[in-house]
């Protein structure tokens, strides 16, 4: 699914969908690298308009949100999986060449990715990479953990579908162990937790991590450079897996501290 639209009461015409930090709960959006076979054109994940606004994120409308949401996932890929590192400066031109699209896209999409908290804007400079100093990053850790611990403390009981569906993302995750490319891997980690994640009834709580996975993003994707590291979660997640669907959230909050201490902080 792409971008839709239609008119509202004044005739104007308005996007339905746009680029957000939510993750998909089927294949309504995916990453660039994605294997899944979606019909999405390069975007991580599309929610209502109405859900945005009920969950404060801050994204914005425009005639041209598919090229928008391309231009998103793609610099945000390279942000996450280092190849745009902290600090380094995004030139609007540059992109556009490398993205083969025009700028209006782009300035657009920093514009998001800037509102995600994955870039800053320096005024008479342009956008840079954020880099985070290890004191921020231990503090967000530090809040992920609380969040986490309270969600999972909340949690429904699993259906077979959701167990389903962790166990098709956590094979899909498998296929990249050995890979150069393994930069899909991050966004199917974060589709995998989120399964867990959206059994909870604390949805103020569910908001803000998300926002926090978005901006750790890029620091939580290091230990997938490593192979071993990458061997390690696949397993992890199995276990997570068989906890939840035997209903043992004492397990499973034992393996989330165990999976959790895998986050790298420099």
């Known amino acids: 699914m792409t971008a839709t639209g239609g008119a509202d009461e004044t005739g104007h015409q308005s996007l339905t969908w746009f680029v957000a930090v939510t993750e998909p709960s089927s294949k309504v959006g995916c990453n660039p690298r994605c294997k899944s076979g979606c019909d999405a054109t390069g975007i991580l994940s599309i929610v209502p308009v109405d859900e945005l606004e009920a969950t404060g994120t801050t994204e914005r409308r425009t005639k041209d949100g598919a090229a928008v949401m391309r231009a998103v996932a793609e610099l945000r890929y390279r942000i ?20 083969n699209m025009s700028r209006v896209p782009i300035r657009e999409a920093l514009r998001v990715l800037t509102d995600q908290g994955l870039l800053e804007h320096r005024i008479h400079t342009g956008y840079f990479v954020r880099k985070r100093p290890a004191d921020e990053l231990r503090q967000i850790y530090i809040m992920l953990a609380f969040l986490e611990g309270q969600v999972l403390a909340d949690i429904a009981a699993a259906d077979p579908a959701t167990i ?39 949805k ?61 902080v420099h």
Do not use: C
């Open 80 to 99: 996450v999986t280092g190849e745009l590192g902290g600090g380094e400066q995004l030139r609007q031109e540059r992109m556009a060449e490398l993205l």
């Open 164 to 202: 389903e569906r962790m166990r098709a993302i956590n094979a899909e995750m498998a296929t990249y162990v050995e890979s150069s490319d393994w930069g899909p891997m991050v966004d199917l980690n974060r589709r995998f937790h989120f399964e867990i994640f959206r059994l909870t009834s604390q």
């Open 204 to 264: 103020v709580m569910l908001a803000e991590l998300e926002r926090l996975w978005t901006i750790a993003a890029p620091y939580i994707a290091q230990k997938y450079a490593i192979v071993e590291m990458r061997e390690q979660a696949i397993v992890e997640h199995e276990q997570m897996i068989e906890a939840l669907a035997a209903g043992d959230r004492v397990e499973l909050g034992r393996q989330f501290d165990a999976h959790r201490t895998q986050r790298p």
